[in-house]
């Protein structure tokens, strides 16, 4: 199934053109425009101003910029951000592949239940998650305890909590459905026929998985990378209640700028530079992956 | 020599696979259901009696009643809202041609690259600026905003994947647009159109920062517990918890009840 | 949340026992301007501008008044709505950008700050009946102050800075700040994300006696240490109740960043804490006060409601619930037995104006020696090791 499909066909019908599509985009349109866009660019400008003396200056300026790009604090944010984010949305991608291959073809009567419960777990709250995730990771949790009483290991293990580790449970644990739902979505644009028609033509299960699934659900999958990278790029309350003195991310510095500091230009700045930097990043994963599927 | 396994070993690894995969999800919300029956305020092992004190006490409480009632007008005001505008705009989008449509995806993705500080904190200036009072309404907007990129990916791709041939056919025996859209473009993306507006509705009831920056007085539930937590955990605060999933698990179920009848019809 | 940064505690002089009879008849005659005695000046205040309001307040959670004024609320049908937030960006950028809060906690460490940049908004202290009875110590002090000497802030409550443990996982809390630099102490701690109280403790346990004053090199040094010292640590307590739960659930042991009333919400949790002090740290003190922002709706209302939290009778079941400092001596026979841990002389002084020793550098430092900015900046290079 191709994605070009009946476009000339459709043109053809007449009786569409009252829809147009250029009308059903509008309202989508407008409220982005106004409630995004103008947001969003009100505070591009602040990020060009500086804070001095209790005040914002409207001088334009770069200095800013110059900060986020020079100063060696931010940058070891940064890369440990990134680095955190990476390892996070390969994660979910390699654990919301296989349940959404399993939904599609192992279990596929089922498929519809299993959906609805992954997307079920989202509602639980967010906050309140990572307290839960508190209590089930600290020394007196309830891992360290089962471990301890079944004999694994003597003294509970300290490094589950406050540490990257954490961190990036949490983060997955978070993800994972919305890495599941895209991946999902586009594995059922593969139709089983075109897998059995392979592999009576003797194809093997991975030749089948790389040559025909991934190529086809790779949409879906770069939809989960981009998510979860993003999100986990982004993030400051994982961090501050589950991680240790030395995982902060670049989100508690904006934040801080932000908040505690009031330089709001300094924090819009950053804050711009992190979401260029993570989409530039998302784009090369991307260009990666098309590189290898080929 | 490629050994075919027999279809039960199949079946057995995959049932194993999602066994572990929705513990590990679900795990987490376990333990805090299981922690708000807990009689002593401790939020740590062991639970040495269960209790239903802290959910009677949120029936007195009424910051919580009307917490509660706000984050219930919120979620399901952006699904509808959301819903409605990123369906529509999936259905300009899909007939437009491929280089648009993926800049348009592309510019849609945006505001979910946005830190949700930055962007609650752009919105609240931005209300300030044009003299509009922060209420309910104001943070239902910045929700939609946050909500209909996930509506309008997911319909998307499910509208891509609908055979419009179907749609032709229905109009060669004349059907009118609106008609056919009703009985044959609609029934099969409704499930990935009620899948989105349950998420949006998700993402709405559990939303803080945002919710915080332009709900101005009319507190919701997250921005609730998010004040009663620097309080300190206390099994209260997995009361609401579990109020909140509760609730947004029954509107999930009767929706996905709902899609199921449409779709078999 | 609440940090130790540029406290309230007289420089050097410990004295020995309360004199409460003393002071009170100080301040007793001292309701300048008002012939009548203390009960009915009290009444003298309008509390009816607050029949059927609702006051919303943002700031530190338990400094509301929210228990404490519960019938003087029920008895003007009055509604109080609280945003319980510790974090001082938050709070100042909710104000900024227009929400409206008729109350809100003014922290020493921003109060300069929140008053330069109209955060909060002039109160005219001439209309608070109980303000005469507020310690002198704290009353005069130019933290609450812009530069014209206008009051922006009413002190509520105040503290000195122990270190809070667990008594069962330390049967002998360390008694110096180097203790905690040690390899014993991987892991174990927690601390505020926040320099004054470890750059402090640490220049003097290193000699620097002329701290909040040091000079680059010396700051150096301290960094050092400090880069140390956080490492160690487990984790950033985000307020006095986060640092309470991680104890309670095991996960720490200790933190540097303690406060009395942590104790009582333990045993609530039937867990023990103890609290001792460290060297480098004693002698050290905090207040908070509570403001009216900008964008108040009901600001006369909130005066009213500011006046109430610093009568006797308020103070001294705040004082008991807080387990801090009262802030009108009038109070000190009002509070519970275990709570009446401080001493009321540190706060009553017969010399108006003197200040508590700050824990960071002042608004304007002599040549050659670290601003408020440096030490940020240092800070930020020490938690990124």
Known sequence: ?294 | MKRKSPISFKNLAGILYVGFFLAFLFVPLIVMILFSFNSSPRLSFPIHSLSLSWYRALIDDELFLDAFRRTLFLGLGTAIASGIIGLLAALGLVRLKLRVRTIAMGLAAVPLAFPALLYAIALAFFFNKIGVGFSLWTTLLGHVILTMPFVFLIVGSALERFQFSMLEAARDLGAGPFHAFRTITLPHILPAVVGAMLLAMAISADEFVVAFFTAGQAKTLPMLLYGRLNLGITPALNAVGVVLLVVTTLLAALAARSTRFQVER | MRRLKSFASIAGALALTLSLAACSSNQDSGAAGETAPAEVAAQEMDTSVCKGLTLNFIGIAGEEGDKELASFRSDLEMKLQVSNNADWGQLIGAIKVGQEFDLSTLPNAEAQRMIATGVVQEIDTSKLTNWNDVVQGLRNSSIIRNADGKVFGVPIAWGDGPIVYSTKRVPTPPTSITELLTPAWKGRFTMFDDPALPFYMLAQSLGFTKVPLLTFDELNQVKAKAKTLVKNASAFQTSYQDATDRMVAGDVDLTIGGWEAMTAWAGKKEVELGYSFLKEGKGGGWFDSIAIPSTAKHPECALAYINEMISPKTQGVVATNLMSGATNAKAVPLISAEANIYDYKLVESETPGIEFVSFTPPNSVPDGYATMDDWRKAWAQVKVG
């Open chain 1, 1 to 294: 199934m191709s994605i070009e499909f009946s476009q000339p066909a459709l043109v053809r019908i007449r009786n569409w053109r009252w829809l147009g599509p250029w009308l059903q985009l509008s309202p989508a349109a407008i409220i982005y425009a106004i409630f995004f866009v103008a947001p969003v660019a009100i505070l591009v400008t602040y990020s060009f101003y500086t804070f001095r003396e209790y005040n914002f200056d409207s001088d334009l300026t770069f200095a800013n910029y110059k900060y986020a790009l020079t100063n060696e604090v931010f940058r070891t944010l940064f890369l440990r951000t990134i680095k955190i984010a990476t390892i996070v949305s390969a994660l979910v991608v390699l654990l919301a592949y296989p349940f959404a291959w399993i939904l599609t073809f192992v279990l596929p009567k089922h498929r519809q239940i299993l959906y609805f419960l992954v997307v079920l777990s989202l509602f639980g709250g967010y906050l309140v998650r990572i307290y839960a995730w508190r209590t089930m990771l600290g020394r007196e949790g309830l891992i360290n305890t089962t471990l301890v009483s079944i004999g694994l290991i003597d003294e509970p293990v300290r490094f589950l909590l406050n540490s990257q580790y954490a961190i990036v449970v949490v983060m997955v644990n978070f993800l994972l459905p919305l890495g599941v739902l895209p991946i999902y979505n586009a594995m059922q644009n593969v139709s089983p026929k075109l897998i059995d028609a392979a592999r009576d033509l003797g194809s093997g299960p991975g030749h089948i998985l790389r040559r025909i699934v991934i190529p086809l659900t790779m949409r879906g999958v770069v939809t989960a990378v981009a998510f979860s990278f993003i999100a986990t790029a982004a993030e400051w309350v994982t961090p501050l209640l589950v991680g240790g003195t030395g995982d902060q991310m670049v989100g508690n510095e904006i934040s801080y700028q932000f908040g505690t500091a009031i330089n709001w230009p300094l924090g819009a700045a950053l804050a711009i530079t992190l979401i260029v930097a993570v989409i530039a990043f998302v784009g090369f994963i991307f260009g990666l992956l098309r590189l290898v599927i080929k």
